[in-house]
């Protein structure tokens, strides 16, 4: 993905706001080390199906705009925008946090989701192999993992996926939200294009590690015509379980992707934004519980009976993913020789 000039929403907890005379500055990428002394977090939303997280970095290069983890960068005193894209947190001792967490008596080797929030096989991953050292300490210990990822790098951790799914358990699921690879260019220009993550599911597949695909989120009038196509592609390639979520565009979110669509399909996206509106009740979002995944109204029912219909037809496994075994083992330490002395 090439620098893009900086361009973040306005931040709501900033007292400050920036904004260029001139010419506006490229925005580079910017690695920022995180401080934090736990790795682990917990969740208690009824709508996730997952209750622990590892989240290794903050921001994300892929550059998605519908992103819903965009807001949390404001938090940082960072923009919600370009910032996101390029100017990434990364918690560099989070494999020594992780294996601290497990040795503590009050873990019970739950399920642990990578990553809740943003991808954790972003492009830094390849160089500063953060997940990586997660995924071994969940093997060391044996503790069942779940993924949720758009990137193929996850091919190059086959070997401790296979270890985890042995020994443990492991589920992966590639995200594939938008089958046409110009449209999916547009809106995440620094992910793989689809075709290529339908490849990911089948080495995966291949590998013996247990692959599903994630339609996610679905953006109307963008990608809903084309979920069929992403299902029976993942389907052939060897996923087993399939889910979706809608678009959702909490906060700042909607700045972002309303600007991103509007200068890269400035013929679609009134029409984007009319059929979003219509799944929210005339809104762009809806943050109840139980509604922000699934949208309401007509045009949602359509993309959920469509959905449903599909997966049945193909056959996949819509229960498989929703449970994992108790493996979690800490590892036996090495006594300590004693002193003849």
Known sequence: MKPQAIA????PWASTEVEYLEEIPVAKTEVWADASREIIAKNDSPDLGFTYSVNPYRGCGHACAYCFARPSHEYLSFGAGTDFDTKIVAKLRAPE???AAFEKPSWKGDGVMFSGVTDCFQPLEASLKLTRGCLEVCAQYKNPVWIVTKAPLIERDIDVLQQLA?????????SVPIWDQELARAIEPGVATPRRRIQAIERLAKAGIPVGVMVAPIIPAVS????AEVLEAARNAGAEYAGYVLLRLPGSVKDVFETRIRAALPLRAEKILHRVRETRGGKLYDARW??????????ADAIEAVFDATVKKLGFNQTERHHEPRTFQRPVKPQAQMSLF
Do not use: M
């Not at 809903?224 to 979920?227: A, H, K, L, Q, R």
């Not at 139980?290 to 045009?299: A, S």
């Open 166 to 174: 042995r020994d443990a358990f492991v589920s992966v699921a590639i």
């Open 97 to 99: 946090l992780l294996r």
């Open 8 to 11: 973040n929403p306005p931040n």
């Open 224 to 227: 809903d015509e084309g979920v």
């Open 290 to 299: 139980g509604v922000r995944g699934r949208g309401t109204g007509q045009y």
